[in-house]
């Protein structure tokens, strides 16, 4: 669909390479490639995606809070959660939202 406009390149880290934007899937275990990034790439758009597959608990609550945190810190453009849970404790999601 975006393939005649943009060109993907899938990555485990960032090779420093010029891009446009970076999208990065797990806030923590791409933290040094997302300030490699922010250092070299001062305009590029970054967006930060959250996953939790999972009842939401104390932990993963806790995960999702670090992740936007880190995004905040890091001038993330947008921050995603995805989220593929049945439910979970009302406290845990209260402090998400």
Same mark, same amino acid.
């Given at each position: 669909? *975006?393939?005649?406009?943009? %060109?993907?390149?899938?990555?485990?880290?960032w090779?420093?390479?010029?891009?446009?934007?970076?999208?990065?899937l797990?806030? %923590?275990?791409?933290?040094?490639?997302i300030?490699a990034?922010?250092?070299?790439?001062?305009?590029?758009?970054?967006?930060?995606? *959250?996953?939790?597959?999972?009842?939401?608990?104390?932990?993963?609550? %806790?995960?999702?809070?670090?992740? *936007?945190d880190?995004?905040?810190?890091?001038?993330?453009?947008?921050?995603?959660?995805?989220?593929?849970?049945?439910?979970?404790?009302?406290?845990?999601?209260?402090?998400?939202?």
């Open positions: 669909m *975006l393939g005649d406009r943009y %060109r993907v390149i899938v990555q485990t880290a090779d420093g390479k010029s891009v446009d934007a970076m999208i990065a797990h806030a %923590r275990r791409s933290a040094a490639s300030r990034f922010r250092a070299q790439a001062s305009k590029g758009r970054l967006a930060v995606v *959250l996953t939790v597959a999972g009842p939401i608990d104390p932990i993963s609550a %806790r995960y999702i809070m670090r992740g *936007l880190r995004a905040q810190r890091e001038g993330a453009d947008i921050a995603v959660i995805e989220l593929d849970t049945p439910g979970g404790l009302g406290t845990s999601m209260d402090q998400v939202v």
